[in-house]
């Protein structure tokens, strides 16, 4: 390196083979800065993603960021991390939809579990809600752990610092796996906890359902189903049932595993479409912006999917008004659909809808008084 410093060859995932498939041939599919990180922010860090050539697994190629990133950027919001979310008009938290979720895939088997441990916990909403006995977790966010501290046996250490003695009923992790450097470690860990008969849940983003997952700079693996079936097969595990989706959730799967040797089955090459369906957006979006400079543009969210085209598009330098009822209070440059209508702000504008399609048309209906406003789409590339 040209500062001296000497390389530090375990910050690079270069020479580590696939932790799928096992191949050493990647080319490399994304180098950007800025980028999105999942606690919600554009930070100054660069991302770069690379494919297995083999198996297309996709994953971070270059992980140096990390010592960085978790000292000086991630803010774990640990106050109010159980949002809302609605489904068809019901209202549900965001840990209830959850823990419903796994209780369909897991069924009575549960009832029969005594102890669980949940690893990486967060504030422990999730872990609250389980009907077992003796709750415990671990959390490597010392604010984090506090908080869960109220409702089962915390300890703030990482899963690497669980003892391979320990023995749970219940092995669970929700969106954790993807945060691993490496993830074959991680299961050999939960295969180390678990008994014959203990049910091992694990909840990650999956890649076969639309997302810009390959964009989020802390996520370092980007599983199919095949890949992560693979995987857990790999580790000594039978995948007994899964899914992918539920309900408004639809880019994570939840896996229930038994420690079970199987016989792998072949893993062929499969092609990660997020990273393309995510390509063909950023396009969709910075065409429209160049199209459209002499119309008065608004964007319309200020979440995931807003922070997801702010980092990764032209929008930040030519939109400067945002509208989210959720972030007007907080946010400067974000106002209310109230505080939009009534001064005219969307009048006669395009209006391009940064939120979850799903929620398009709900959206649309909150402006239907406004005269001469458009809608753009930027996931179907619609105007309306
Ligand atoms: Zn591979």
Redesign the pocket.
């Known amino acids: 390196m040209s500062n001296g410093e000497p390389t530090n060859l375990i910050d690079k995932n270069m020479n580590i083979p ?1 932790y ?4 050493s041939s990647f080319s490399e599919v994304l180098d950007n800065n800025p980028s999105m990180s999942s606690d919600g922010q554009i930070v100054d860090l660069t991302i770069s993603k690379q494919e ?1 050539s ?4 996709v994953r971070s190629s270059d992980i140096s960021f990390l010592n960085d990133f978790y000292k000086n950027y991630y803010k774990l919001n640990v106050v109010n991390n159980d949002p809302v979310y609605i489904f068809q008009g019901e209202k549900m938290l965001k840990s209830e939809m959850h823990l419903e979720w796994i209780t369909k895939l897991v069924g009575n088997r549960i009832e029969d579990c005594k102890s669980i441990i949940e690893i990486g916990c967060g504030s422990g909403n999730l872990l609250n809600l389980f009907e077992i006995k003796d709750k415990y977790g671990v959390e490597p966010s010392e604010k984090a752990a506090k908080y869960a501290s109220a409702i089962a046996k915390i300890r703030n250490i990482g899963y690497e610092e669980i003892s391979e003695k320990e023995k749970y009923d219940f092995i669970f992790s929700s969106c954790v796996i993807e945060h691993t450097i490496d993830p074959n470690d991680f299961l050999q860990k939960n295969w180390h906890i678990a008994n014959d008969n203990s049910i091992i849940v694990i909840g990650l983003p999956i890649q076969d359902t639309e997302s810009f997952d390959v964009y989020f700079l802390d996520h370092l693996h980007h599983f199919t189903v095949n890949q992560f079936v693979y995987l857990c097969q790999k580790n000594g595990f039978t995948v007994e049932n899964y899914e992918v989706g539920y309900k408004c959730m639809t880019t994570m799967g939840y896996f229930v595993l038994r420690k079970n040797a199987t016989t792998l089955s072949e ?1 062929k090459y499969e092609k990660n479409h997020n990273f393309y369906a995510s390509n063909v957006w950023i396009e969709n979006l910075n065409t429209f912006l160049k199209q459209n400079t002499s119309e008065n543009l608004v964007a319309f969210g200020y979440g995931e999917t807003s922070f997801f085209y702010q980092s990764y598009t032209q929008l930040n330098s030519v939109v400067n008004c945002f509208i989210d009822d959720v972030k007007a209070k907080s946010e400067e440059n974000v106002i209310s659909v109230e505080e939009a209508i009534n001064k005219n702000i969307v009048k006669d504008s395009f209006l391009i809808l940064l939120a979850n399609p799903h929620y398009h048309e709900f959206l649309k209906e909150k402006f239907k008084t406004v005269s001469g406003l458009k809608f753009y789409s930027p996931f179907s590339n619609k105007i309306s």
């Open positions: 696939c799928v498939c096992g191949a297995c083999n198996c297309g697994t893993i």
